[in-house]
């Protein structure tokens, strides 16, 4: 850990924490910004290689130990709030932040060595919403899912909204960004025995009465439109979760824990309570 008094806020190191409003331009240079207490710790634990943390002398009191233990020379540059939010443009901050390296994606024969069957995957086709794709992410830790395969049109989790709703599980479960997602799914289902599910609002097979397969890739789509056709002709299933009267859907992150809770009690041979 190399700590920095910040002194000149147009230093050049800085200048990812300045287009804190342009997560697509991180993406392209495979960087994201972690912020907050939970995810930063988060972050801090992981494996990811971290470039820099700006952060107030209160909060380096918290994590220090935690920079002290990393592999890399991280450097720390230490603000009072004020300056740290001056620097990233908006008002409301706790004043945490780090900048990290979008870890390698791991090719699909080391993530099919990684998780054992019975095997719990997650995809997500044309998800538009960084929020709603953190939280899926961290659905899919949290719920015992052993991977998570990102479209070439969708979201992806390390866009720094995604990362903050995420709390840390973008950390936590692989995650492979495909070129084309209907191709992997199909490698799954044909090569790896995989059954693919499609969460499917408009589907007649209600989610009580499924039984899930053995090895599953559990596949979710667009806010609006659902599935895309590509993908949905590689699924061999498609699965709802009933609706009350005035309403076809819910959101697809709580979408995600439903459909992913009910696995984990398939698997486990319980019922809920």
Request: glycine content about 6%; hydrophobic content about 40%; overall charge neutral.
């Amino acid at each position: 850990m190399i700590t920095l008094p910040l002194t000149n806020p147009d230093d050049p190191e800085l200048e990812p924490y300045w287009s804190l409003r342009r997560p697509q331009e991180h993406w392209r240079r495979r960087i994201f910004i972690a912020e907050g207490r939970l995810v930063v710790e988060s972050l801090l634990r992981s494996s990811c290689r971290i470039r820099s943390v700006l952060t107030t002398p209160q909060w380096l009191a918290r994590v220090g130990y935690l920079l002290e233990g990393r592999p890399e020379q991280v450097k720390v540059f230490v603000a009072e709030k004020k300056a740290i939010q001056t620097i990233i443009g908006f008002s409301y901050h706790a004043g945490l932040l780090a900048l990290a390296e979008c870890p390698p994606d791991p090719p699909l024969e080391e993530l099919l060595k990684r998780s054992p069957s019975p095997r719990t995957w997650v995809a997500l086709d044309e998800l538009s919403h960084a929020e709603n794709v953190g939280v899926i992410v961290r659905n899919a830790a949290a719920l015992g899912a052993q991977a998570v395969l990102v479209g070439e049109t969708s979201c992806s989790p390390y866009l720094r909204r995604a990362v903050r709703n995420s709390l840390g599980g973008v950390f936590c479960v692989p995650i492979l960004h495909t070129a084309y997602l209907a191709e992997t799914l199909r490698l799954l289902h044909d090569q790896h025995g995989f059954r693919i599910v499609g969460a499917d609002a408009n589907k007649l097979v209600p989610l009580h009465q499924y039984a899930f397969a053995k090895d599953l890739c559990l596949v979710f789509g667009h806010e609006d439109l659902g599935l895309s056709e590509d993908v949905q002709r590689f699924c061999q299933d498609f699965v709802t979760i009933p609706m009350g009267p005035g309403l076809d859907s819910i959101n697809v992150a709580c979408a995600s824990a439903i459909f992913l809770h009910e696995i984990r009690r398939q698997r486990a041979g319980t019922q809920s309570r």
